[in-house]
């Protein structure tokens, strides 16, 4: 006995040490769990004791200028489950989401992937796992048919913590048309650089503005979130309410849109690019802006290609997600604002201001011939028509290219010709000083600029693409089957590598009637042209009119204050009878699609366009005024590769004008 118990003490010992090695690994373990396995301040998974959580605020609508909803809230049937109830389940809940998932009809993987925390050990991938807090029900199933909803709370011993719950969510009562959904933007989850800016106010289960006046206006439509204090038991799963603060609403919108317009401008639009389609143009997209001149309200705005915006409130999948923002033809695109390209001869109401500056007399006649000579190159009349000598008046009316060749070609040589610099050049000065080349302000992010290409411009293109222009100059193009192309792209390859910082001639020969490396805006074409309505008047164009806060409290907003232009001569009373001649006069270039329009009720002012773009079909513009007399609206067409501007773009305004000339 005597021998055998200092074995037994040993054994014991022996015990308890690995006893006490494995509770220290325990504890040490759960130490981890508990201290060091979640990101600081991470309240999807708490620790005991109480934490916050935000809640979200009801959004603002976007109302047009008399109140009409063009985006709304409606009421989303959800169903919730409770985290404390997963988390008492011996399954982890799989047994209640499977009940859950037969009654609904819905795949149990992606039920069950929603239980799953985002960025979490074992998560589901995005959008199945849950991006919100783990301190509040999970939303397992959005969008369900309230009567589906309905028979879940009929047995409620089946599916124990779930709920069945209402939520708002944006709703589109124009989204089969007058909806504007490129101008209203649309909503989406805020990046870490939005969530890190907004200090505490933005969390990623919000939903952001993304586009349009969602962005542009996303603090006032937000509204103020509320935050709930709840208790935290030791599993980070919430048990208790403590307190409770209200989300205050975000404020209403209203714009200066007109929805009756809104609705007509993109009827006539889809219209006119299905026609322009029919007649063999490609018209891959299309836009079209209505200004109001008494304020510089902007009316209507539609673009194609377009969409249907309550695809959102669906739930957009991540597919559908990468067709509506992938590429130039995205739906997404605002092409009023966001999209510059060449203006063609709509810009010939920019250089006749320019060449009056530059010395111009517009009392003489001019010489239309059919082409122009300058150095060893020939710039053809569109269709080479020549008209013989001819006023400026006319030389407007039916768009004569070679008069406005003539006046490039001496203002070029007056500046000093490749020495100039672009100090004084009066087609450049004239189109800045109407706002060409720098965004107009309007209330919308992703503005584009356009581009007047000047001088300087022309030396930092060079200096960025001489190295690519030089490779492309050696290898000639192989790629290319056609002789014809392949010889001009290696022609202009070698001239851009060896002299491409030169401002020749044939530049400001070019920039004169809106070709070459000239583009400008939409929108910027219609203020341009409502600056010459209003004789130097220039409209500030804008979409916000005034925010209503929940309690009914209408605040305006601020607007933008208009400026003056100085139109040299009689450069505007000219262009101002030239513009309605284009359209009245027989000869006008944009005539025939006028006619049978009441003009002596409704006298329209305009000026057709026809961009030449290499390798595409041409782009059709025609920008409006009405009533000429008494100029109140700017009504601008674009079609890229739509053809002609008189015979696809003005019949889509004149479209447009029927609708104005009711209101």
């Known amino acids: 006995m005597r021998r055998r118990a200092p074995r037994l003490q040993a054994r014991m010992l022996a015990s308890l040490a690995v006893l006490t090695l494995l509770a220290g690994v325990l504890i040490g373990r759960l130490g981890q769990l508990q201290l060091t396995d979640h990101p600081a301040g991470d309240d999807r998974v708490a620790l005991p004791g109480s934490s916050r959580v935000a809640l979200p605020a009801l959004r603002g609508r976007i109302l047009d200028r008399d109140g009409r909803p063009l985006v709304d809230n409606a009421v989303r049937t959800d169903v919730t489950i409770d985290r404390q109830s997963l988390a008492d389940a011996r399954d982890g809940g799989r047994a209640t989401v499977r009940r859950l998932a037969t009654a609904l009809d819905l795949p149990f993987d992606s ?134 603060t209200e989300p205050v609403a975000g404020s209403d ?24 389609r029919d007649q063999g143009h490609r018209a891959d997209s299309a836009a079209a802006v209505v200004l109001d001149l008494r304020d510089g309200g902007i009316l209507a705005s539609a673009s194609v290609p377009t969409y249907d915006p309550s695809v959102w409130s669906a739930g957009v999948t991540q597919e559908k997600y990468e067709q509506l923002t992938t590429g130039d033809r995205s739906p997404l695109i605002d092409r009023v604002t966001g999209v510059a390209q060449p203006p063609a001869s709509t810009f010939k109401a920019v250089s006749l201001p320019g060449a009056v500056a530059a010395g ?28 013989g000598r001819i006023s400026w008046r006319e030389a407007i009316k039916v768009s004569c290219d070679t008069v406005f060749y003539r006046v490039a070609h001496q203002v070029w040589r007056d500046q000093g010709g490749l020495s100039a610099d672009d100090s004084g050049d009066p087609l450049i000065d004239t189109a800045r000083e109407l706002g060409l080349g720098a965004a107009t302000g309007v209330d919308l992010p992703a503005e584009s600029s356009g581009r007047i290409p000047d001088r300087a411009w022309k030396r930092e293109w060079w200096d960025a693409t001489k190295d690519a222009s030089c490779r492309e100059a050696r290898r000639g193009h192989p790629e290319i089957a056609d002789r014809t192309r392949r010889a001009y792209l290696t022609a202009l390859a070698r001239e ?80 101002r009878a030239a513009l309605t001649d284009v359209v009245a006069a027989p000869g006008g270039t944009a005539h025939s699609a006028f006619a049978g329009f009441p003009l002596r009720q409704w006298p329209v002012a305009g000026k057709t366009g026809t961009a030449e773009v290499y390798g595409k079909q041409d782009t059709a513009w025609f920008v409006s005024y009405a009533p000429a007399t008494k100029p109140r609206y700017v009504v601008a067409v674009v079609v890229s590769q739509g053809g002609t501007g008189g015979a696809t773009a003005a019949p889509i305004a004149r479209a447009i004008h029927e609708e104005l000339r009711t209101q």
Not at 254 to 270: G, H, I, S
Not at 369 to 384: H, L, P
Request: charge should be negative; aromatic fraction near 6%; charged fraction near 20%.
């Open 111 to 244: 039920l069950w992937g929603r239980t799953t925390l985002c960025g979490a050990p074992g998560a589901a991938d995005r959008p199945d796992c849950w991006p919100g807090s783990a301190l509040v029900p999970v939303p397992i199933a959005v969008g369900v048919e309230p009567a589906a909803a309905a028979s879940l709370t009929e047995r409620p011993e089946l599916y124990p913590g779930v709920a069945v719950t209402s939520q708002p969510v944006r709703d589109y009562p124009r989204a089969k048309g007058g909806g504007a959904p490129q101008t209203t933007g649309y909503l989406t989850r805020p990046d870490a650089e939005t969530i890190e800016a907004s200090d505490g106010a933005i969390t990623d289960a919000d939903l952001v503005g993304a586009g349009g006046l969602e962005q542009q206006y996303d603090e006032l439509l937000r509204g103020t979130p509320g935050y709930s204090e709840v208790r935290v038991d030791a599993r980070g799963v919430a048990v208790e309410e403590t307190s409770r």
């Open 253 to 276: 919108l209203v714009t200066t849109l007109d929805l009756p317009v809104q609705r007509a401008t993109e009827a006539a639009l889809a219209d006119g690019v299905r026609q322009a």
């Open 360 to 387: 111009t007399d517009l009392r003489d006649d001019v010489s239309c011939s059919s082409s122009y000579r300058i150095g060893d190159r020939t710039f053809n009349n569109f269709e080479s028509r020549a008209y």
């Open 496 to 575: 851009n590598c060896s002299s491409g910082y030169q401002f020749r001639p044939g530049d400001e020969a070019n920039f004169s009637i809106g070709q070459g490396d000239v583009t400008a805006t939409l929108l910027q074409m219609a203020r341009v042209f409502g600056t010459i309505a209003q004789d130097g008047s220039a409209p500030s164009p804008h979409l916000g009119r005034a925010s209503i806060a929940p309690g009914g409290a209408r605040t305006p907003v601020d607007l933008p204050t208009a400026q003056r232009v100085d139109l040299p001569g009689r450069s505007g009373s000219l262009l």
